[in-house]
């Protein structure tokens, strides 16, 4: 059961058969059916939400359907809101991974990977996302969940494994996340989500401050001034457990 927004819907990892964005979770579930037999999946994240929206939405649908395993990512979004802090953020963290725990799952939680060097500002941020990823690990180890951390994985420094938007990793970073996700869990990953790198397109390398913001970050803003989301209008794209073909 795979708990978030859009890192776990899959946001900048196209469908190759056309359909919703794919992403880390389904490649994940994809692997664990070939060695978990009769394994199901379901995944209720959606883009754009915050943290408290996430567990008001998702936990309790969740629990209902009695997973074994609980992915959960959340507050990337709140970290970049005015007036964030994440003392509030980390305490209800702990309560929702002690329900998950409670329920009889084992869960696995995350820090977010490096975005600050590669979307232009962003620096000044930086301790927002360090603190929120020092918080999860506490989580983590105070409820033996498991951790995957995305921020000490340094392969996030490239930018060849971000989308154009520079704010979601595109099929390669999310080909190196469910890499992650399988060595955390004991599944065996695909080779191929570790061939070589293809050359970063010339339009991207390009592309400057200026032009970034214009194309990505004033939609971005002008949905919040307007107390808009990207995910208003979006479904779980798999709500209910089942089976994996």
């Given at each position: 059961?795979?708990?978030?927004?859009?890192?776990?819907?899959?946001?900048?990892?196209?469908?190759?058969?056309?359909?919703?964005?794919?992403?880390?979770?389904?490649?994940?579930?994809?692997?664990?059916?070939?060695?978990?037999?009769?394994?199901?999946?379901?995944?209720?994240?959606?883009?754009?939400?915050?943290?408290?929206?996430?567990?008001?939405?998702?936990?309790?649908?969740?629990?209902?359907?009695?997973?074994?395993?609980?992915?959960?990512?959340?507050?990337?979004?709140?970290?970049?809101?005015?007036?964030?802090?994440?003392?509030?953020?980390?305490?209800?963290?702990?309560?929702?991974?002690?329900?998950?725990?409670?329920?009889?799952?084992?869960?696995?939680?995350?820090?977010?990977?490096?975005?600050?060097?590669?979307?232009?500002?962003?620096?000044?941020?930086?301790?927002?996302?360090?603190?929120?990823?020092?918080?999860?690990?506490?989580?983590?180890?105070?409820?033996?969940?498991?951790?995957?951390?995305?921020?000490?994985?340094?392969?996030?420094?490239?930018?060849?494994?971000?989308?154009?938007?520079?704010?979601?990793?595109?099929?390669?970073?999310h080909r190196r996340v469910a890499h992650d996700v399988c060595l955390a869990l004991g599944v065996a990953p695909d080779p191929a989500w570790l061939d070589p790198?293809?050359?970063?397109?010339?339009?991207?390398?390009?592309?400057?401050?200026?032009?970034?913001?214009?194309?990505?970050?004033?939609?971005?803003?002008?949905?919040?001034?307007?107390?808009?989301?990207?995910?208003?209008?979006?479904?779980?794209?798999?709500?209910?457990?089942?089976?994996?073909?």
């Amino acid at each position: 059961m795979a708990i978030g927004d859009s890192f776990t819907e899959g946001v900048g990892d196209p469908d190759p058969d056309g359909g919703r964005d794919r992403g880390w979770a389904d490649l994940f579930a994809e692997r664990a059916a070939e060695e978990w037999p009769g394994f199901a999946y379901a995944n209720l994240a959606v883009r754009g939400r915050l943290f408290d929206r996430i567990v008001d939405e998702q936990v309790v649908p969740a629990i209902r359907q009695s997973p074994d395993l609980v992915s959960f990512a959340a507050g990337a979004n709140d970290a970049l809101r005015p007036g964030y802090n994440h003392v509030p953020l980390a305490t209800r963290a702990h309560e929702v991974v002690r329900l998950l725990k409670a329920s009889g799952a084992q869960v696995v939680l995350f820090t977010c990977a490096d975005v600050t060097p590669h979307i232009p500002g962003m620096r000044m941020l930086r301790k927002r996302f360090t603190d929120m990823n020092e918080a999860y690990r506490k989580v983590a180890k105070r409820h033996d969940a498991i951790l995957v951390d995305l921020w000490e994985d340094r392969a996030f420094d490239d930018p060849r494994l971000w989308a154009v938007d520079r704010l979601h990793m595109n099929t390669l970073g999310h080909r190196r996340v469910a890499h992650d996700v399988c060595l955390a869990l004991g599944v065996a990953p695909d080779p191929a989500w570790l061939d070589p790198l293809p050359d970063l397109p010339r339009p991207r390398r390009e592309m400057n401050g200026v032009q970034w913001a214009g194309r990505h970050l004033a939609p971005w803003v002008k949905r919040r001034l307007t107390g808009k989301s990207s995910g208003d209008a979006v479904t779980p794209k798999r709500p209910d457990l089942t089976k994996v073909k």
